[in-house]
Every structure is written in structure tokens, then in C-alpha cells.
């Protein structure tokens, strides 16, 4: 556990890195999802550093319906992995992660997040949150519920936007109350897939540093419903609590219990596929080579060390503006670290209408990205490619 100070200075690069790299994260591919290897204090912490910027920090707390709802709806995956942080909000996340052999540091709710905001923020500085949702005038409540000087957190504003689409719930005059407010937090309560296509569509014109949909913290903090007891949420029944606070709960809770026995086949394949490259009787040093518009990687790439040399590969090749083809060969064994990075630059390069297809690899190679839903195309493909390819090559030693 790092010491207060040196925390500081931790989260204090990790947002200067983002700003110059946006693939210089600790972050794991879980099912087809980035998730940030972080704990609550350090996710705190990050969101008090980037508050104090003028950049603007996506946050994502990504809980089972989050993972199913992702699997259903590809625009709204696209809202996770355009996001800045992403953290494991939900029980079953962190179990699918155990079983699949990398475990999580911790389980990072938005509530336990805000609850961190509130008990160790400083009073004389607090962290200046608008309140976006939630029931009835629960956002108004919430703000007035958190005065200058009383707690980490100020209340700066909140409405209920009310019913209606996407573009009528993004007015001019919604947006600049927002702005007008100078929060350091926006907290967003339209329902999941609402308020990330929300934060999606509205994100260019918010002037607030952070910004996250957190769910149920809206109705939290204004008490208009209670959080479970924590002897229910440490037995991991909190989504029975929710159930009988809010009955057609029941429909959500069943539909992710009904995916989830998939979603724990998934994993223990990752886990195999893990396996088997740690089985492999194989020491060829890791090395990543631009070579044109296609990346190879070839010899062992976990590890810390190889991820950093991954993510400053990818924003080299982000930067030239074409499209980009990854040939992975026989030799290249790969971690979730890896995988988690691809995602995040699978989504960039979809984002700005370019190509990005993986190739080659091994077998357990292929299943990892295969399960974490990125582009494969045939092996014999990326043969042909690095054959005819005659451009510059830059090498970077992993």
C-alpha cells in the first residue's frame, strides 16, 4: 500500500501520463471490457487529480449488467471503452476476474466512491459535485444535502431533466446551468445505457473535468432510498436490498443471472488460454515492430514493462492517421494487459472511421482477443502483409 504522499504523486502521473498517452493505463481486457487494476483510495484520489485540470476524465464504474448490456449493445461498449477509468462496480466482476487467474485489487463502487469523496475530502477545498437525474427532485435534495464546509463534498446544483429523448434531454440551457455551475464532478442517474450515451453525446460541450454515471448515488445521497446495510453488502446481497426498495428491479437482476453461467464459461476458457501460455517452453524476448501500418509483436509481452512498450507503440502508429493491422506471431505470448490496451486502441481507431485488424498468433493467443470481442482475421493474412510491406521499420524492445 503506498503511504498518502507518495499516493499523491502516483495519481498525480497516472493523470499527466493519460494526457500525453491514453494507452498508459494499468488496465486488464475482462470479457470485452477495459477494467483499470485500482483500488478505491487510488480511484478517489485519481478523480481529486483530475479535477484539478482543465482536461476533461471520463469515469466508468462497470458492474454485470454493465457487462451484459455491452454485449447486447455495441454502442454502448463503445461508451466504456472511450472512457478514462474503469473501475469493477459489482461482486461478480470480481469473482469472473479470479477465475479467470488476475485478480482485481478491489471492488470500486460509485457509491463507495462518493461515500470516499465525502469522508475524506477536505472541507476547506471539497470537491464540487451538480447532480444530473435521479427521481423526482432527488438531484435538487442531493445538493442541498452537501453545504459549504459540513463534508469533501459540495453541492454546486442538480436538476431532473425530465422525460423525453436524448435531444431533449441535452438543451442549451441544461448544458449551461452545468457549466455555469463550475462543478469539479458531474454525477449522471438516467439509467445506465441513458446516461453513457448522455455523457457520449454531451461530453464536448461540458466543462467539468470529471464526469460519471453513478447510478443509484443521486437517490443516495439525496436519501431518498437507503443503501443496503453493510452486512448486506459485505454478503454480496445488495441486489436483493435493491430489489425490495425498487421490485422491478427483479426483471434486470434475473436477466444478468440468466447470462452470467456464459460469462463464467468465458472466463474459465481465458483462464486455459492463460494457462497454456504460461506453460510454453518458450524464452524469445519481447519485441514490438512498426513496420508501415502493421505493428508485430512477437516474444513474451507480459508484464508491465511490455504493456508500457505496447502503449507507446500504438500512440506512435495512432499519430501517423491510418489504419493499422497488429500481426501477432508463433512467438508472441500476450497477457490481459495487453488485451485490455487493444481495446482501448481498437475503439480510437473505430472512432476516427479507420481500419484496425489483428492477425496471426497462437492459438491461445487468438482465444484471448476472440473473447474479449476484437477484429481476428486469418493468420495466412498477416503473412501476406508483412511480406509486401517494404516502409521503415521502428523496433521498441518490450
Given at each position: 500500500?503506498?503511504f498518502?504522499?507518495?499516493?499523491v504523486?502516483?495519481?498525480?502521473?497516472m493523470?499527466?501520463?493519460?494526457?500525453?498517452?491514453?494507452y498508459?493505463?494499468?488496465?486488464?481486457?475482462?470479457?470485452?471490457?477495459?477494467?483499470?487494476?485500482?483500488?478505491?483510495?487510488?480511484?478517489?484520489?485519481w478523480?481529486?487529480?483530475?479535477?484539478?485540470?482543465?482536461?476533461?476524465?471520463?469515469?466508468?464504474?462497470?458492474?454485470?449488467?454493465?457487462v451484459?448490456m455491452?454485449?447486447?449493445?455495441?454502442?454502448?461498449?463503445?461508451?466504456?471503452?472511450?472512457?478514462?477509468?474503469?473501475?469493477a462496480?459489482?461482486?461478480?466482476?470480481?469473482?469472473?476476474?479470479?477465475?479467470?487467474?488476475?485478480?482485481?485489487?478491489e471492488?470500486v463502487?460509485?457509491?463507495?466512491?462518493?461515500?470516499?469523496?465525502?469522508?475524506?475530502?477536505?472541507?476547506?477545498?471539497?470537491?464540487?459535485v451538480?447532480?444530473?437525474?435521479?427521481?423526482?427532485?432527488?438531484?435538487?435534495?442531493?445538493?442541498?444535502?452537501?453545504?459549504?464546509?459540513?463534508?469533501?463534498?459540495?453541492g454546486?446544483?442538480?436538476?431532473?431533466?425530465?422525460?423525453?429523448?436524448?435531444?431533449?434531454?441535452?438543451?442549451?440551457?441544461?448544458?449551461?446551468?452545468?457549466?455555469?455551475?463550475?462543478?469539479?464532478?458531474?454525477?449522471?442517474?438516467?439509467?445506465?445505457?441513458?446516461?453513457?450515451?448522455?455523457?457520449?453525446?454531451?461530453?464536448?460541450?461540458?466543462?467539468?473535468?470529471?464526469?460519471?454515471?453513478?447510478?443509484?448515488?443521486?437517490?443516495?445521497?439525496?436519501?431518498s432510498?437507503?443503501?443496503?446495510?453493510?452486512?448486506?453488502?459485505?454478503?454480496?446481497?445488495?441486489?436483493?436490498w435493491?430489489?425490495?426498495?425498487?421490485?422491478?428491479?427483479?426483471?434486470?437482476?434475473?436477466?444478468d443471472?440468466l447470462?452470467?453461467?456464459?460469462?463464467?464459461?468465458?472466463?474459465?476458457?481465458v483462464?486455459?488460454?492463460?494457462?497454456t501460455?504460461?506453460?510454453?517452453?518458450?524464452?524469445?524476448?519481447?519485441?514490438?515492430?512498426?513496420?508501415?501500418d502493421?505493428?508485430t509483436?512477437?516474444g513474451?509481452?507480459?508484464?508491465?514493462?511490455?504493456?508500457?512498450?505496447?502503449?507507446?507503440?500504438?500512440?506512435?502508429?495512432?499519430?501517423?492517421?491510418?489504419?493499422?493491422?497488429?500481426?501477432?506471431?508463433?512467438?508472441?505470448?500476450?497477457d490481459l494487459?495487453?488485451?485490455?490496451?487493444?481495446?482501448?486502441?481498437?475503439?480510437?481507431?473505430?472512432?476516427?472511421?479507420?481500419?484496425?485488424?489483428?492477425?496471426?498468433?497462437?492459438?491461445?493467443?487468438?482465444?484471448?482477443?476472440?473473447?474479449n470481442?476484437?477484429?481476428?482475421?486469418?493468420?495466412?493474412?498477416?503473412?501476406?502483409?508483412a511480406?509486401?510491406?517494404?516502409?521503415?521499420?521502428?523496433?521498441?524492445?518490450?
Amino acid at each position: 500500500m503506498l503511504f498518502a504522499g507518495a499516493l499523491v504523486f502516483e495519481t498525480t502521473r497516472m493523470v499527466a501520463m493519460q494526457s500525453q498517452n491514453p494507452y498508459c493505463r494499468d488496465v486488464i481486457g475482462l470479457l470485452g471490457l477495459p477494467i483499470d487494476l485500482i483500488d478505491l483510495e487510488t480511484t478517489r484520489q485519481w478523480a481529486t487529480d483530475a479535477a484539478g485540470t482543465d482536461r476533461r476524465h471520463w469515469l466508468s464504474t462497470v458492474n454485470l449488467d454493465w457487462v451484459v448490456m455491452a454485449r447486447e449493445d455495441p454502442s454502448f461498449r463503445a461508451t466504456v471503452l472511450r472512457s478514462d477509468l474503469v473501475t469493477a462496480d459489482g461482486a461478480p466482476l470480481v469473482k469472473l476476474a479470479d477465475l479467470m487467474g488476475v485478480p482485481l485489487p478491489e471492488r470500486v463502487t460509485g457509491s463507495d466512491l462518493f461515500g470516499s469523496f465525502e469522508d475524506k475530502g477536505d472541507p476547506a477545498q471539497p470537491l464540487r459535485v451538480y447532480f444530473f437525474g435521479g427521481r423526482d427532485t432527488s438531484a435538487e435534495d442531493a445538493s442541498r444535502a452537501f453545504p459549504q464546509g459540513k463534508s469533501g463534498v459540495l453541492g454546486v446544483g442538480g436538476v431532473n431533466p425530465g422525460y423525453g429523448d436524448l435531444d431533449a434531454l441535452s438543451r442549451d440551457d441544461l448544458i449551461s446551468d452545468i457549466n455555469a455551475a463550475e462543478p469539479d464532478l458531474l454525477i449522471v442517474a438516467l439509467g445506465a445505457a441513458r446516461a453513457q450515451q448522455w455523457l457520449n453525446k454531451n461530453r464536448d460541450r461540458l466543462n467539468v473535468p470529471v464526469i460519471a454515471a453513478l447510478g443509484a448515488v443521486v437517490d443516495f445521497a439525496a436519501g431518498s432510498i437507503a443503501r443496503a446495510p453493510k452486512a448486506m453488502q459485505s454478503a454480496h446481497l445488495e441486489w436483493a436490498w435493491r430489489i425490495g426498495q425498487d421490485p422491478a428491479l427483479w426483471k434486470r437482476y434475473a436477466k444478468d443471472a440468466l447470462f452470467l453461467p456464459r460469462l463464467v464459461s468465458d472466463a474459465l476458457t481465458v483462464r486455459r488460454a492463460l494457462k497454456t501460455q504460461n506453460e510454453a517452453d518458450l524464452k524469445v524476448p519481447g519485441e514490438i515492430s512498426l513496420l508501415g501500418d502493421t505493428l508485430t509483436l512477437s516474444g513474451d509481452l507480459r508484464g508491465k514493462d511490455a504493456a508500457q512498450s505496447l502503449a507507446e507503440a500504438l500512440f506512435t502508429a495512432q499519430t501517423k492517421g491510418h489504419p493499422l493491422t497488429v500481426s501477432l506471431t508463433d512467438t508472441a505470448l500476450i497477457d490481459l494487459q495487453c488485451v485490455g490496451i487493444f481495446l482501448l486502441a481498437h475503439q480510437r481507431w473505430m472512432d476516427r472511421s479507420l481500419p484496425f485488424d489483428m492477425t496471426g498468433g497462437t492459438a491461445s493467443a487468438r482465444t484471448l482477443l476472440h473473447l474479449n470481442h476484437l477484429p481476428l482475421s486469418s493468420r495466412r493474412m498477416a503473412i501476406h502483409k508483412a511480406q509486401r510491406s517494404h516502409h521503415p521499420s521502428q523496433s521498441i524492445p518490450a
